[in-house]
């Protein structure tokens, strides 16, 4: 389908110049990249935590071949995953568009499901699935569905209600819709959430790991870091990073066929629906009792002991008719409330430093050979391993768990921001270049607007990454929190402190994605009212 | 249950295949167990990554000693985030390499566990400083920065209160499990295993002082060997033939270490280990597994006052236990006592 798209044109003399640019850019700024990191890792030489490209080109030659074995087996989990995963979202997707009352249901599921804590999690698969690469790949898959479903549900409905008229008048129904229409308006946004979910599945498969595999760069990268081997921890995160970033230009070629922004100029605005109370109040209820119905029957059907599977009643037990149930409260909510403390101020510098770098490389498209690249890489670069090094850069206190929390947050953030930022209408820019608007005036009364709806999604994905990345950081680094919480009690059997941690970071997730939400439809019921439209 | 070992491949299924699926679990054990002729599939978890550590259990693997028991005995790798006990509980592994303070801990969750031997008779928990600043003796930890998780805080509690030292005098630092922090200076001690970070340290030639806490009082069993209470009554037969195996592999290894790690490293070439670094965990590994106890009793055994001894520790770290937690039956079959 051809969407009514006209561009810019472009004197062919200027479009050289433009594509000159870049690779010159793109040359300068990989070389001062690399002796700054050269530079950086001979100054903390003592540390034991950065190597430099020297050093890590060194490692990686002398272990060629273990280091692709494990990178070939660690890309198989995440292939796998990221394949189930994406199916999952796409089939999910496909059942909300065509039964609209299932999407808050779905949506708050698929969520609890991603933002459930490895910890937790971790031993469960492995029992469940025993040895091998189960684990691995359930992790992938976990890690990118909930993304993927939330771009698509954008997509989706990224349509202008004429076509949709269009097809009806045609006597047509929802189905023909879904092929004709809202599936090729997704596409962009399909290809934006997939490109989301490369590294996230790179990085579930090699979590995976830590929950007692054979092989892989997860097993590697363990073992290097108590080695003290840091040529060997690097080598392995730039591998990492590097597979991400060839896998997230791949998926950007080979979709870039089908990104045609499709055009919203005629989107009527959305009908008011305003839900009663006692609707939102119904829905609410039948989320939680399918939440509830799925922790204990999962459980019950897997057969999983109660020793370490808890039920929602060993949770309920432990935190309010206990013995000791004020004290577990208390214990329990102290460590969330430090947890709390890092992930709010993360989660907004993230949302605040994608959203800028975006409008940043919008302004000046030459920006956007080193942002880009380098935003990949960072998301890539296992979270393990950057973890000491940003908690030795910036100290074991509050600013180093908010950056790791940012770090993660901004990358989903830049993508889907970009994505919107570039779906602004052809026709609208014409007509701001044809008045010779300046370039700050079109972003803010263009681009922006057409952005919003993407950033909202990636705020939304942002919550469970925030309080994902705020866990492991303090799993792995500091020790505080609810994620320190979490690896003590899971270290010393106190299942039911694991689970009533769990149930409360699900919770925490839906909630502050319901308030994110709530922001979100207050905002497009101005700016795009498409979204709203059910 | 791994793809490869699913009943529906009809060519392929033996009743190793069939008991490998997790029989036990669909109530088919008393149907697929009828004799012991033929090979029994077993599980036993290690509770890290493979690695010389487990050296006994590869020797044993390698050498047929529980080939000859009619035992194939997959070994399940541990990590990060993968606890022993849940797997030991739902039957996937038969045994499970634990340390008593995690099996009292999950005791007193309600798992029905018992300790069947010490493969550790001595904890491995040190303190490691460098030579400028060493902590030799307990008391050196007062004013000193220790970097350790926070999850072994009871560990350090434990040592305080054993040595009189005043906890409050000591300033925990929360860190990952590496010695990285310490050679930046971040502290000034790290509370490790003596066979792992200080090993890491020698190889980058940075010989650390290393504090054994064994030798201040900590009497804890480590690397212990845990199976359920159920097991212990309906699986005995395969217990026994594990723990045999498991004697003969460790008697190999206290007599030539440096052999244990070069089957290590050709037994898992994937793993990335280091032969050096291999060689020089095993040598220290054996003072902690071998005393006069064992060489008088045999490997991995245990008596009353050893017991009584770790009773005294665990109350230390808030678990209240009794001696009903060890179970010698099998090793005074294997050992004759």
């Given at each position: 389908?051809?969407?009514?798209?006209?561009?810019?044109?472009?004197?062919?003399?200027?479009?050289?110049?433009?594509?000159?640019?870049?690779?010159?850019?793109?040359?300068?700024?990989?070389?001062?990249?690399?002796?700054?990191?050269?530079?950086?890792?001979?100054?903390?030489?003592?540390?034991?935590?950065?190597?430099?490209?020297?050093?890590?080109?060194?490692?990686?030659?002398?272990?060629?071949?273990?280091?692709?074995?494990?990178?070939?087996?660690?890309?198989?989990?995440?292939?796998?995953?990221?394949?189930?995963?994406?199916?999952?979202?796409?089939?999910?997707a496909a059942a909300i568009l065509l039964v609209p009352r299932l999407e808050r249901c779905v949506v708050a599921l698929s969520l609890v499901v991603f933002c459930l804590p490895l910890v937790a999690?971790?031993?469960?698969?492995?029992?469940?699935?025993?040895?091998?690469?189960?684990?691995?790949?359930?992790?992938?898959?976990?890690?990118?569905?909930?993304?993927?479903?939330?771009?698509?549900?954008?997509?989706?409905?990224?349509?202008?209600?004429?076509?949709?008229?269009?097809?009806?008048?045609?006597?047509?129904?929802?189905?023909?819709?879904?092929?004709?229409?809202?599936?090729?308006?997704?596409?962009?946004?399909?290809?934006?959430?997939?490109?989301?979910?490369?590294?996230?599945?790179?990085?579930?498969?090699?979590?995976?790991?830590?929950?007692?595999?054979?092989?892989?760069?997860?097993?590697?990268?363990?073992?290097?870091?108590?080695?003290?081997?840091?040529?060997?921890?690097?080598?392995?995160?730039?591998?990492?990073?590097?597979?991400?970033?060839?896998?997230?230009?791949?998926?950007?070629?080979?979709?870039?066929?089908?990104?045609?922004?499709?055009?919203?100029?005629?989107?009527?605005?959305?009908?008011?629906?305003?839900?009663?109370?006692?609707?939102?109040?119904?829905?609410?209820?039948?989320?939680?009792?399918?939440?509830?119905?799925?922790?204990?029957?999962?459980?019950?059907?897997?057969?999983?002991?109660?020793?370490?599977?808890?039920?929602?009643?060993?949770?309920?037990?432990?935190?309010?008719?206990?013995?000791?149930?004020?004290?577990?409260?208390?214990?329990?909510?102290?460590?969330?409330?430090?947890?709390?403390?890092?992930?709010?101020?993360?989660?907004?510098?993230?949302?605040?430093?994608?959203?800028?770098?975006?409008?940043?490389?919008?302004?000046?498209?030459?920006?956007?050979?080193?942002?880009?690249?380098?935003?990949?890489?960072?998301?890539?670069?296992?979270?393990?391993?950057?973890?000491?090094?940003?908690?030795?850069?910036?100290?074991?206190?509050?600013?180093?768990?908010?950056?790791?929390?940012?770090?993660?947050?901004?990358?989903?953030?830049?993508?889907?921001?970009?994505?919107?930022?570039?779906?602004?209408?052809?026709?609208?820019?014409?007509?701001?270049?044809?008045?010779?608007?300046?370039?700050?005036?079109?972003?803010?009364?263009?681009?922006?607007?057409?952005?919003?709806?993407?950033?909202?999604?990636?705020?939304?994905?942002?919550?469970?990454?925030?309080?994902?990345?705020?866990t492991t950081a303090e799993w792995l680094a500091t020790g505080r929190g609810i994620g320190g919480l979490m690896a003590l009690t899971a270290s010393t059997s106190g299942y039911n402190m694991l689970?009533?941690?769990?149930?409360?970071?699900?919770?925490?997730?839906?909630?502050?994605?319901?308030?994110?939400?709530?922001?979100?439809?207050?905002?497009?019921?101005?700016?795009?009212?498409?979204?709203?439209?059910? | 249950?791994?793809?490869?070992?699913?009943?529906?491949?009809?060519?392929?299924?033996?009743?190793?295949?069939?008991?490998?699926?997790?029989?036990?679990?669909?109530?088919?054990?008393?149907?697929?167990?009828?004799?012991?002729?033929?090979?029994?599939?077993?599980?036993?978890?290690?509770?890290?990554?493979?690695?010389?550590?487990?050296?006994?259990?590869?020797?044993?693997?390698?050498?047929?000693?529980?080939?000859?028991?009619?035992?194939?005995?997959?070994?399940?790798?541990?990590?990060?985030?993968?606890?022993?006990?849940?797997?030991?509980?739902?039957?996937?592994?038969?045994?499970?390499?634990?340390?008593?303070?995690?099996?009292?801990?999950?005791?007193?969750?309600?798992?029905?566990?018992?300790?069947?031997?010490?493969?550790?008779?001595?904890?491995?928990?040190?303190?490691?400083?460098?030579?400028?600043?060493?902590?030799?003796?307990?008391?050196?930890?007062?004013?000193?920065?220790?970097?350790?998780?926070?999850?072994?805080?009871?560990?350090?509690?434990?040592?305080?209160?054993?040595?009189?030292?005043?906890?409050?005098?000591?300033?925990?630092?929360?860190?990952?499990?590496?010695?990285?922090?310490?050679?930046?200076?971040?502290?000034?001690?790290?509370?490790?295993?003596?066979?792992?970070?200080?090993?890491?340290?020698?190889?980058?030639?940075?010989?650390?002082?290393?504090?054994?806490?064994?030798?201040?009082?900590?009497?804890?069993?480590?690397?212990?060997?845990?199976?359920?209470?159920?097991?212990?009554?309906?699986?005995?037969?395969?217990?026994?033939?594990?723990?045999?195996?498991?004697?003969?592999?460790?008697?190999?290894?206290?007599?030539?270490?440096a052999a244990a790690a070069r089957l290590t490293v050709r037994m898992f070439p994937d793993s990335g280990l280091d032969l050096a670094t291999q060689v020089m965990q095993a040598e220290r590994q054996?003072?902690?597994?071998?005393?006069?106890?064992?060489?008088?009793?045999?490997?991995?055994?245990?008596?009353?006052?050893?017991?009584?001894?770790?009773?005294?520790?665990?109350?230390?770290?808030?678990?209240?236990?009794?001696?009903?937690?060890?179970?010698?039956?099998?090793?005074?079959?294997?050992?004759?006592?």
């Amino acid at each position: 389908m051809n969407a009514p798209v006209t561009r810019r044109g472009t004197h062919p003399a200027a479009r050289i110049v433009v594509r000159a640019g870049p690779v010159a850019w793109q040359v300068l700024s990989v070389a001062g990249l690399l002796v700054a990191w050269e530079a950086l890792a001979r100054l903390n030489a003592g540390s034991y935590v950065l190597a430099g490209p020297v050093a890590v080109t060194r490692y990686g030659v002398e272990h060629a071949g273990l280091l692709a074995h494990a990178a070939g087996i660690t890309l198989a989990n995440a292939a796998w995953g990221f394949l189930w995963g994406n199916l999952a979202a796409v089939a999910l997707a496909a059942a909300i568009l065509l039964v609209p009352r299932l999407e808050r249901c779905v949506v708050a599921l698929s969520l609890v499901v991603f933002c459930l804590p490895l910890v937790a999690t971790g031993p469960i698969l492995r029992v469940a699935l025993g040895p091998g690469n189960g684990p691995q790949i359930a992790l992938a898959a976990l890690a990118v569905h909930y993304t993927t479903l939330l771009a698509l549900l954008v997509g989706l409905r990224a349509v202008p209600r004429s076509w949709l008229d269009l097809v009806e008048s045609y006597g047509r129904g929802a189905g023909a819709q879904l092929l004709h229409i809202r599936a090729m308006a997704a596409l962009p946004y399909l290809a934006a959430g997939l490109r989301i979910a490369v590294p996230a599945a790179i990085l579930g498969a090699m979590v995976g790991e830590f929950t007692g595999a054979e092989r892989g760069l997860g097993v590697l990268t363990i073992r290097a870091m108590r080695a003290l081997d840091v040529d060997a921890t690097w080598a392995i995160a730039l591998i990492a990073a590097g597979i991400a970033i060839v896998a997230y230009r791949a998926f950007g070629a080979l979709l870039g066929f089908v990104t045609d922004p499709p055009a919203l100029l005629l989107a009527a605005p959305a009908p008011a629906i305003r839900r009663g109370r006692m609707r939102r109040a119904g829905e609410l209820a039948v989320t939680i009792l399918a939440t509830l119905a799925l922790w204990q029957g999962g459980m019950d059907a897997l057969g999983l002991s109660p020793f370490f599977a808890r039920r929602p009643g060993d949770v309920l037990a432990f935190l309010v008719t206990d013995a000791g149930a004020a004290s577990h409260r208390a214990a329990l909510a102290g460590a969330y409330g430090e947890t709390l403390f890092y992930a709010v101020p993360g989660y907004l510098a993230g949302l605040a430093l994608g959203a800028g770098l975006a409008c940043a490389v919008v302004l000046a498209p030459g920006l956007a050979t080193i942002v880009l690249p380098l935003a990949v890489a960072l998301r890539s670069v296992p979270i393990v391993t950057t973890a000491p090094l940003l908690v030795l850069a910036l100290g074991r206190g509050a600013t180093g768990t908010i950056t790791i929390v940012a770090v993660m947050i901004f990358f989903p953030t830049l993508v889907a921001a970009l994505q919107g930022l570039r779906q602004a209408p052809g026709q609208v820019i014409d007509i701001f270049a044809s008045y010779a608007t300046g370039r700050w005036r079109t972003l803010a009364l263009a681009r922006v607007p057409a952005m919003l709806p993407a950033f909202f999604a990636a705020a939304r994905m942002g919550v469970p990454a925030a309080i994902l990345a705020a866990t492991t950081a303090e799993w792995l680094a500091t020790g505080r929190g609810i994620g320190g919480l979490m690896a003590l009690t899971a270290s010393t059997s106190g299942y039911n402190m694991l689970w009533s941690a769990t149930a409360l970071v699900a919770l925490t997730a839906t909630l502050a994605y319901a308030l994110v939400a709530r922001i979100e439809r207050a905002v497009l019921r101005v700016y795009g009212p498409e979204q709203l439209a059910r | 249950m791994t793809r490869d070992r699913t009943i529906g491949a009809a060519p392929g299924l033996t009743r190793r295949s069939l008991i490998g699926t997790g029989a036990a679990t669909l109530g088919l054990a008393g149907l697929a167990r009828p004799g012991f002729a033929q090979t029994r599939d077993v599980a036993l978890q290690l509770s890290w990554l493979h690695s010389v550590q487990f050296g006994g259990s590869y020797i044993a693997r390698d050498r047929g000693y529980w080939a000859k028991e009619g035992l194939d005995v997959t070994l399940l790798p541990g990590g990060p985030n993968a606890p022993v006990e849940p797997p030991v509980v739902a039957g996937n592994a038969l045994v499970g390499i634990s340390a008593a303070d995690y099996t009292a801990a999950a005791v007193a969750q309600g798992a029905p566990f018992r300790i069947i031997g010490v493969a550790m008779q001595k904890n491995p928990f040190a303190i490691a400083s460098l030579p400028g600043n060493p902590v030799e003796v307990p008391k050196d930890l007062e004013g000193k920065r220790i970097g350790m998780a926070l999850a072994n805080m009871p560990v350090l509690e434990a040592l305080c209160t054993l040595n009189g030292v005043a906890l409050t005098a000591i300033e925990v630092v929360p860190t990952q499990y590496d010695a990285a922090p310490l050679l930046a200076g971040q502290v000034d001690c790290l509370l490790c295993w003596a066979t792992d970070l200080p090993v890491a340290m020698a190889m980058e030639d940075i010989e650390a002082v290393t504090m054994l806490m064994a030798d201040h009082g900590y009497a804890l069993h480590s690397q212990t060997y845990i199976a359920t209470e159920e097991s212990l009554v309906s699986r005995r037969a395969e217990l026994v033939a594990l723990m045999r195996g498991e004697i003969a592999g460790w008697t190999d290894y206290a007599a030539d270490p440096a052999a244990a790690a070069r089957l290590t490293v050709r037994m898992f070439p994937d793993s990335g280990l280091d032969l050096a670094t291999q060689v020089m965990q095993a040598e220290r590994q054996v003072p902690l597994m071998f005393s006069p106890l064992t060489d008088a009793q045999g490997f991995g055994w245990f008596t009353p006052e050893t017991v009584a001894a770790n009773i005294e520790t665990l109350a230390l770290l808030g678990r209240d236990v009794g001696p009903e937690l060890w179970d010698r039956s099998i090793l005074e079959e294997l050992h004759g006592a």
